[in-house]
């Protein structure tokens, strides 16, 4: 039972007062502070220094026009396992990877309307690190800074992953064929990418790279040649014959290679 929140309630015969009024209001703004700025939460919003979106207003977080890191790692600490981050609108700026060691959600507004950007001052060869198992990735832009060093966009450790209409953009640094947008580690597991748009220049690089025995499913992706906007072919490179007989491929324009070797 609570004791009104220390909230001063009139009584019938009172007569309009400022200054309860003003208390009451205090202590409502003060209990939301508290509320958002307690301890874990399901959800956690976070806003860039441009954002548009009317809930910008209410964000946990708000990153500036510098390396947006600090901000972002404690938005990743207040989200609970099986929460959600939801990034707003607008551009933010990394300077190192974005490690992700929880089972949540990272959802954006969209993959031109969400941009994570690798700072041109950043060398880390990682844009974001999935760590964790079951994690989502959703709606999210990843674009490689033409004036940095180039890197993979999405690193996958943990088993369970889903990257889901996301959009990639690899910067212009040719000789780099170890880079990717999503790069599959050697611990292998299970992972869904889907309705991803890959957007870089006509280069031999791998879109998807899987170093692991992975299992799962790859479909409906689209790549782009970013100076002709025409299409190309989704390059994936598998471990192993085993992994590429248990990856279900379809529904996009794609060549598969199988370590190095082209097969579809």
């Known amino acids: 039972m609570n004791n009104n929140y220390g909230l001063i309630y009139p009584s019938q015969d009172s007569f309009y007062n400022v200054d309860v009024t003003n208390s009451n209001f205090s202590k409502l703004a003060d209990g939301i502070d508290a509320a958002r700025s307690g301890g874990s939460k399901s959800s956690v ?5 441009n954002s548009n979106d009317p809930l910008k ?8 026009t510098g390396d947006c890191i600090p901000v972002l790692n404690s938005a990743l600490e207040k989200v609970q ?18 490690l992700v060691e929880k089972s949540i959600s990272i959802r954006g507004m969209g993959g031109k309307h969400t941009r994570i950007n690798k700072h041109e001052d950043s060398s880390d060869n990682v844009m974001l690190y999935l760590r964790a198992g079951g ?4 709606k999210i832009g990843i674009y490689s800074n033409e004036c940095a060093s180039d890197s993979h966009g999405i690193f996958v450790v943990g088993s369970e992953s889903v990257i889901d209409s996301c959009r990639f953009k690899m910067s212009e640094v040719l000789g ?15 992972v869904r990418i889907s309705n991803c748009i890959f ?16 299992y799962g499913v790859i479909n409906g992706n689209y790549c782009i ?6 299409p190309m072919d ?28 082209l097969r579809a």
Do not use: P
Request: proline content about 0%; overall charge negative; aromatic content about 14%.
């Open 81 to 98: 396992e099986g929460g959600e981050l939801l990034l707003l609108d607008g551009d933010y700026y990394i300077k190192t990877c974005i």
């Open 135 to 138: 994690v989502r990735v959703e």
């Open 45 to 49: 919003i976070v806003a860039a220094y």
């Open 225 to 230: 040649n970013s100076e002709s906007g025409k």
């Open 176 to 190: 780099y064929n170890v880079y990717t947008n999503i790069y599959l580690s050697n611990i292998g597991g299970h």
């Open 234 to 261: 989704v390059r994936i490179n598998l471990y192993n014959q085993e992994s590429y007989e248990n990856m279900s491929v379809g529904a996009q324009r794609s060549q598969i290679f199988v370590n190095g070797n």
């Open 57 to 64: 207003e209410y964000a946990d977080f708000k990153c500036g």
């Open 199 to 214: 957007d870089k220049y006509k280069d031999e690089r791998y879109n998807i790279l899987g170093e692991g025995m992975w």
